[in-house]
C-alpha cells in the first residue's frame, strides 16, 4: 500500500526558503508521477509541481514557476520541493500526491504539512 509523508513545513518571513519533503513506501514508483498541492482557508485544492519519476520531466504552474523547484531522490524514495521566494500568498497546507503516470487521478495522498509565510 502506497504510503506518502510530507515534513519541513513551519513559519518564514516572505522572501525566505523552505525545503518540503515527501517520504514515499510501499512499492517501486517507477512509472509514477509525484505531485505537490496546497489548499489555502477557503479556497479550491491548487496543484503546485509534479515530476515523472522515471524520466524526472517536472511541470509547474505559472504561480510558482522560477520560485519553486520538484525533484526526487530514487534511493531515499522520497520527493522534495525547494520553495524560494516565498510570499504570504504562498500559505496553505501542502500536500504530496501519487498517481500512475497513464492515469488522471490522484488516488494517494499524505496528510499534509502546514506552510505559513508572514509578512
Known amino acids: 500500500q502506497v504510503q506518502l509523508v510530507e515534513s519541513g513545513g513551519g513559519l518564514v518571513q516572505a522572501g525566505g526558503s523552505l525545503r518540503l519533503s515527501c517520504a514515499a513506501s510501499?512499492?517501486?514508483?517507477?512509472?509514477?508521477?509525484m505531485a505537490w498541492f496546497r489548499r489555502a482557508p477557503g479556497k479550491e485544492r491548487e496543484f503546485v509541481a509534479a515530476?515523472?519519476?522515471?524520466?524526472?520531466?517536472?511541470d509547474y504552474p505559472d504561480s510558482v514557476k522560477g520560485r519553486f523547484t520538484i525533484s526526487r531522490d530514487s534511493a531515499k524514495n522520497t520527493v522534495s520541493l525547494q520553495m524560494n521566494g516565498l510570499k504570504p500568498d504562498d500559505t496553505a497546507t501542502y500536500y504530496c500526491?501519487?498517481?500512475?503516470?497513464?492515469?488522471?487521478?490522484?488516488?494517494?495522498w499524505g496528510q499534509g504539512t502546514q506552510v505559513t509565510v508572514s509578512s
Open positions: 515530476i515523472d519519476w522515471s524520466d524526472g520531466n517536472t
Open positions: 500526491a501519487a498517481r500512475r503516470s497513464f492515469l488522471a487521478g490522484y488516488p494517494y
Open positions: 510501499g512499492r517501486t514508483f517507477s512509472g509514477y508521477r
